[in-house]
């Protein structure tokens, strides 16, 4: 069974996205193993300069270089590769094959390292927009239960 590791940075907050995210991993339990492992934001000023927030992201990429699985990482960023559905299955599945597990990365609000991208296998991307690092935990998770249903031939895709 695929392991499938998502390493985040900061806690979810809010009770609806909590809520989505329980759903998605009960519907994702049949097809992989699941962690999810949240990291402590690195505290930054009120208005930090670029040079805190370089700081403060090399800070927070060497807990998550440190936390990984580096078989299979792919950080997820804007500037990544945008796949369609049938295309992260089928990364899921040569994850499986290779290495029998995956890592996704999500960062804090500030995103990743440099550190932290250059270490992934694949870089992804879901849309060229940004969106709320909470956020993208839910859609990462209903993307894989989308992708992990492609490869069971289940009927959840459209």
């Known amino acids: 069974m695929l392991r499938i590791e998502i390493i ?3 806690k979810m907050k809010e009770k609806w ?3 989505g995210l329980a759903e998605y991993e009960k519907r994702i339990a049949p097809y992989a193993k699941l962690t999810i ?3 402590a934001e690195y505290r930054l000023p009120e208005n930090p300069s670029d ?3 370089r700081k403060g992201l090399c800070e927070e990429g060497a807990r998550i270089l440190q ?3 580096r078989d299979f990482l792919c950080p997820l960023c804007v500037e990544g ?3 369609s559905s049938e295309e992260l299955a089928a990364l899921l599945r040569d994850a499986a ?3 029998g597990n995956i890592t996704f990365i999500i960062g804090g609000s500030f995103g990743l390292s440099e550190e932290v991208k250059k270490a992934g296998r694949k870089k992804l991307s879901f849309s060229r927009m940004t969106f709320p690092h ?3 935990r839910v859609v990462l998770l209903e993307q894989l239960y989308r992708a992990l249903s492609i490869n069971a031939g289940g009927k959840y895709h459209k």
Request: net charge neutral.
């Open 51 to 53: 040079a805190e927030i």
């Open 17 to 19: 996205m909590r809520e």
């Open 81 to 83: 590769t945008l796949l």
């Open 97 to 99: 094959r290779q290495t």
């Open 37 to 39: 492992t949240e990291l």
């Open 8 to 10: 985040v940075i900061g």
């Open 67 to 69: 936390k990984a699985n």
């Open 134 to 136: 909470q956020l993208m």
